[in-house]
């Protein structure tokens, strides 16, 4: 039997490393726009669902002819309502949606005159302590103030906003490029 004296290689080639890091570096480039896609994902149907509670809170309201109120925990990141039996609803951001602001970013979005330092301007309850409550009166008015959301890396933002006027309008916002964009 004949002996073959041509022996593959035992290492990459300079070739073959470089096609492998070109590949790898392809794949990273056209993955990471979906990843901001998710996180922009997450973060509109975290302001969506707050937004459809705060408006069946505000409908419930004029309804019932009586007041409703929404609680705000920052730091397990939940809100919670009574339902209509009483009992405490209590609903979580998405794991990747926090509240919270981009750093030095002004707001809020209807008139942009502040620096945001706190992700929720609600005023505080006493009980439980350092909840944030948004008040909804028996005839709809919505007490002021605006909840910020944000992904955990603090790279998109959203807020959802009820300013002072005659009738109480809750307005959803996307804080993208600088600039505030209504939902």
Known sequence: MRENKHRPPAAFTLIEICISLALCILVVGLSLPRFTFFKQ????????????VVTYLQQRAIASG????????????????????????????????????????????????????????????????????????????????????????????AALTCSISQVSYIRRYLYEKGQWTAL
């Open 41 to 52: 994902f997450f973060l509109r149907q975290d302001i969506d669902k707050l937004w459809h």
């Open 66 to 157: 009586s007041e409703q109120s929404l609680l705000f925990n920052p730091t397990t990141y939940t809100y919670t309502f009574k339902s209509t039996a009483n009992s405490l609803i209590t609903i979580s951001l998405s794991s990747q949606i926090i509240f919270g602001a981009l750093p030095t970013t002004w707001g809020p979005p209807g008139r942009t005159d502040a620096l945001i330092t706190d992700p929720i301007s609600f005023p505080h309850q006493e009980t439980p302590p350092h909840f944030h409550c948004l008040k909804i009166f028996s005839n709809g008015k919505i007490y002021p103030g605006t909840i910020y959301l944000c992904d955990r890396n603090k790279q998109i933002m």
